[in-house]
């Protein structure tokens, strides 16, 4: 069965960093790549970023691009988001998600975990 | 503002039918396969539906998909109180090298 678990997640004032985490399981990491997807409280999803299953391509919401950097320790079947220069409305659930292969294009998530909500205030 | 425009709420009464239309444009609806995901509240979002008109493994038959041109549509057949929460369409943009979603839409009971 995939697991997929949230970690890392708090309160933090604007302009500092957080580091999200996500711990699979249940499936070959590397064989996938993987995505973030947020959610702020009432509203809607939001893609955040993606990484191709070895890294070698990323991509990122224009809202977060230059500030969230995404990345991938598949040895330890983890995958982060460093996240710098937060701001208020960055303040959501933060969901780890499976793509269906290994690259960056994908229509669709089959897997999520349940979320770690960061809030973004002081 | 969300790239797909799905209708904020749709509602009817227990056994009959919803449909939740979602727009979107050619680089997106219109060049990539939809998919479309339930989420009760306080949970993650699950998948129901991917490449446009399949279910995932568990998912009931009540449940399905279709797309022309740039929209795509879930219809839930029989509905049931335990069908109550929000859904979401989802997809590809090839413009924006982005997955994008619709702003949701919450199916109420009667």
């Known amino acids: 069965e995939v697991q997929l678990v949230e970690s890392g997640g708090g309160l933090v004032q604007p302009g500092r960093s957080l580091r999200l985490s996500c711990t699979a399981s249940?499936?070959?990491?590397?064989?996938?790549?993987m995505h973030w997807v947020r959610q702020a409280p009432g509203k809607g999803l939001e893609w955040v970023s993606g990484?191709?299953?070895?890294?070698?391509?990323?991509g990122y919401a224009d809202s977060v691009r230059g500030r969230f950097t995404i990345s991938r320790d598949n040895a330890k079947n983890s995958l982060y988001l460093q996240m710098n220069s937060l701001r208020a409305e960055d303040t959501a659930f933060y969901y780890c998600?499976?793509?269906?292969?290994?690259?960056?294009?994908?229509?669709?998530?089959?897997?999520w975990g349940h979320g770690t909500l960061v809030t973004v205030s002081s | 503002q969300s790239v797909l425009t799905q209708p904020p709420s749709v509602s009817s009464a227990p056994g009959q039918k919803v449909t939740i239309s979602c727009s979107g444009g050619?680089?997106?609806?219109?060049?990539?396969?939809a998919s479309w995901y339930q989420q009760v509240p306080g949970s993650a979002p699950k998948l129901l539906i991917y490449?446009?008109?399949k279910r995932p493994s568990g998912i009931p038959d009540r449940f399905s998909g279709s797309k022309s041109g740039t929209s795509a549509t879930l219809g839930i057949t029989g509905l049931q109180t335990g069908d109550e929460a929000d859904y979401y369409c989802?997809?590809?943009?090839?413009?924006?090298?982005?997955?994008?979603f619709g702003g949701g839409t919450k199916v109420t009971v009667l």
């Open positions: 998600a499976k793509a269906p292969w290994l690259e960056l294009h994908t229509h669709y998530f089959a897997s």
């Open positions: 249940g499936f070959s990491f590397d064989d996938y790549a």
């Open positions: 990484i191709t299953w070895h890294s070698g391509a990323v």
């Open positions: 050619n680089s997106n609806m219109g060049s990539n396969l």
């Open positions: 490449d446009n008109n």
């Open positions: 989802g997809t590809w943009d090839s413009s924006l090298s982005a997955v994008v």
